[in-house]
Nanobody, 123 residues
Framework: QLQLVESGGGLVQPGGSLRLSCAASGFSLDYYAIGWFRQAPGKEREGVSCISSSGGRTNYADSVKGRFTISRDNAKNTVYLEMNSLKPEDTAIYYC????????????????WGKGTLVTVSS
């Protein structure tokens, strides 16, 4: 069964850090670009970051630039999202998704989606 599984979410205080993981099973991520998305309650889904299949290209939404870092370990078939200086407005369900096209946060072109992990930033 082909699937992506996110992990690493939780409750963190403002200014804190979390590292999310996106692990693939049933297929290799070697040829897939990965995007991270989030959806806060009552809001539309937002593209957060993406990384190319080789890891050589990354992109970030302005809202997270300088605070979030995306990386990948193809040997572990896993992509990571390091989140620092978290703010209450970062609270959302975070999803990873895979596409064979290129580094993008256009949700409609994604081939596979995970079920998400909840990140709550609150004191």
């Amino acid at each position: 069964q082909l699937q992506l599984v996110e992990s690493g979410g939780g409750l963190v205080q403002p200014g804190g850090s979390l590292r999310l993981s996106c692990a693939a099973s049933g297929f290799s991520l070697d040829y897939y670009a990965i995007g991270w998305f989030r959806q806060a309650p009552g809001k539309e889904r937002e593209g957060v970051s993406c990384i190319s299949s080789s890891g050589g290209r990354t992109n970030y939404a302005d809202s997270v630039k300088g605070r979030f870092t995306i990386s990948r370990d193809n040997a572990k078939n896993t992509v990571y999202l390091e989140m620092n200086s978290l703010k209450p407005e970062d609270t959302a369900i975070y999803y990873c998704a895979a596409t064979r096209i290129f580094c993008t946060v256009v949700g409609e072109v994604m081939d596979y989606w995970g079920k998400g992990t909840l990140v709550t930033v609150s004191s």
